[in-house]
């Protein structure tokens, strides 16, 4: 039977859980999970990524040339669907840690996807589903599309973003249930497996798909979204026989909501500064699985809500009145991370530029290589990931080996640290944008040729680099610090950074209109053409911004990381009433 012993970074020893396969009998290790299972799982994440990474990244040229919403509404349209897609991933994590598990969230709504794909494949091909053909580029007065039209592509477009929103973050935590978390090394190289998966669908999807929608059409191109999705989903149920499966908990929220409320119930009493009030309260299921946790100095006040009453009574309290010390740490766990979470954020507004004005830009340039063959603006999205599948395995080979000897740490550096570095690498990435765009627009406006398009190559490639340290990080941080039942959740929150990362784009670009528009002129990004508007102008600002959000960033991973912690003792420390006790000790936490 495979059940995995929990231990906390002492040592001490925490409740077992027991993985389940797909009959609901429990697993057994020399058959589920490991490898062999999550082979499966990064085959439906590269297939799905190939499929909406082929829409997403060139679903701005769809949106202005063939629906004919203009520029920066266009812009909007694309950030808008980003966004929608990974704010439904918390609803897809909570799906999964509470009612459905990962497995059948997953493929429920790989289907739903799946729906999304097909609808917009037949709207893209037939005529009377698109307003009549014109150039948005010429000046002329090109018919936007209303109605009846615009409702059948936003109901396919957000199909789409139903599916893959639920399905994001349970691919990733899947993957990582097929490994024990006494096996950091393993779970560490799959992460970057996982990324490694990520960057050849995108690569795919960049070069190959976009190439036929390019020649083909973006009929052809949707149905080929719909082929790759397909296939993702023949891999899914085809290691249905290897996975460990982790059982739903029911709701999340319910136990957080209770630490709440006893907390504030108990708002009056005063909280210990000894350890003999905080108690272990015992669970009333068999079924109840929680991860023990190491007791932190955070949040203070949520103590109060795993302490007896003090009015001499040994009556039982209601769980709404007295929880367990371990709930109280779960809830502080979501509270402790919600500021590195938001510290990314705007490193995804900085992802949203180059998924549309970026791509724009492109179109604005020289795109020919040669006599005959002309680069589609889109797939210079793929320069970054063309880098990283051969950057990925030297770091995971080489990088980490190396320092694992300086650090002690089993993945060379701290998630903390790797977010870091790529928070503050990817501020090079708007400066090399905002240069280029300068030298590109006063090309343009003179008596020169326009600008080759290779000369974008080098913000694509920054970020590339950015991205591999601070995605895979935040996704291995939220994951390590996650409760048992509470995986997809917490791992759907780092989608929720791209989400909101790709909102304030949207945001930004109309405020950045209202404040610079004047009675004489439009503002910074009013027009359709780039080479009237002022896009190095708001790449600058990215850049500031993204600068003054790196040393936010610092103070809070040193927060997070420094705050001193109770450590919960051997479960033979009884207190008076018999419960095991908690005692104290200060320690920097080993995370940064």
Not at 337 to 351: G, H, M, R
Not at 420 to 445: D, N
Request: charge should be positive; glycine fraction near 8%.
């Amino acid at each position: 039977m495979d059940i995995e012993t929990r231990q906390d970074l002492k040592g001490d020893s925490m409740l077992a859980e027991v993985s389940l396969d797909w009959r609901g009998r429990p697993c057994k290790h020399n058959k589920h999970g490991g490898l062999r299972a999550a082979v499966f799982v990064l085959g439906i994440q590269a297939c799905e990524i190939m499929a909406i990474a082929a829409v997403g990244n060139n679903l701005i040229t769809y949106v202005f040339n063939e629906m004919h919403f203009p520029l920066s509404i266009s812009a909007n349209v694309v950030t808008n669907f980003v966004g929608t897609i990974f704010i439904l991933s918390l609803l897809g994590g909570f799906l999964s840690d509470s009612y459905l598990g990962s497995f059948w969230t997953m493929l429920t709504f790989g289907f739903v996807e799946l729906s999304g794909f097909i609808l917009l494949a037949v709207q893209a091909h037939l005529p009377q589903l698109r307003p009549p053909p014109c150039n948005m580029m010429s000046g002329e007065q090109c018919v936007e599309a209303k109605g009846f039209k615009a409702a059948v592509f936003f109901l396919a477009l957000y199909l789409v973003a139903l599916g893959s929103g639920c399905l994001k973050p349970n691919m990733i935590s899947h993957g990582a249930d097929q490994f024990g978390r006494d096996e950091p090394k393993k779970l560490s190289t799959y992460f970057n497996a996982a990324y490694f998966s990520f960057c050849v669908g995108e690569l795919i999807a960049l070069t190959v798909l976009v190439w036929v929608q390019t020649r083909s059409g973006m009929d052809v191109g949707f149905g080929v979204s719909a082929g790759a999705m397909a296939m993702g989903l023949i891999a899914l149920i085809s290691g249905v026989v290897f996975y460990r499966n982790k059982p739903p908990q029911g709701s999340i929220f319910t136990p957080i909501a209770r630490v709440f409320v006893a907390a504030i119930s108990k708002r009056k009493q005063v909280c210990p500064s000894t350890n003999s009030e905080l108690i272990h309260h015992s669970q009333k299921h068999d079924g109840d699985h929680h991860r023990d946790l190491r007791h932190t100095g955070k949040f203070r006040f949520l103590d109060k809500a795993c302490i007896k009453a003090q009015d001499g009574s040994n009556l039982e309290e209601s769980p709404w009145r007295l929880c367990t010390a371990t709930e109280v740490e779960q809830v502080k766990v979501v509270l402790s991370v919600i500021p590195i979470f938001a510290c990314t954020i705007i490193f995804n507004t900085i992802l949203a530029q180059l998924q549309t004005f970026s791509v724009q830009q492109g179109s604005s340039m020289d795109t020919r290589v040669g006599n005959s063959f002309t680069v589609p603006p889109a797939s210079f999205q793929a320069i970054p990931y063309m880098m990283l599948i051969v950057l990925v395995p030297i770091y995971e080979t080489g990088f980490v080996p190396l320092l694992r000897r300086f650090t002690g740490v089993e993945s060379g550096i701290t998630p903390l640290q790797r977010i870091g570095v790529g928070l503050f690498t990817v501020t090079f990435s708007m400066v090399s944008a905002a240069l280029i765009e300068k030298k590109r627009r006063e090309e343009a406006v003179g008596p020169h040729k326009h600008l080759s398009i290779f000369w974008i190559a080098p913000q694509f490639l920054v970020f590339g680099l950015s991205e591999m340290f601070t995605a895979v990080g935040l996704i291995e941080f939220f994951y390590k610090q996650s409760a048992a039942g509470m995986q997809s959740f917490l791992t759907a929150m780092t989608y929720c950074s791209y989400s909101f990362g790709f909102f304030l784009s949207s945001l930004l670009v109309s405020l950045v209109n209202k404040i610079t528009s004047s009675s004489s002129s439009g503002g910074w990004l009013s027009d359709n053409d780039l080479n009237k508007d002022r896009l190095d102008l708001f790449y600058w600002l990215l850049a500031a911004l993204s600068l003054l959000n790196f040393v936010n960033y610092l103070f809070w991973a040193r927060w997070y990381s420094t705050s001193p912690s109770l450590s919960t003792k051997a479960p033979n420390n009884h207190g008076p009433s018999g419960e095991a006790s908690l005692s104290i000790s200060r320690f920097p936490q080993n995370i940064l």
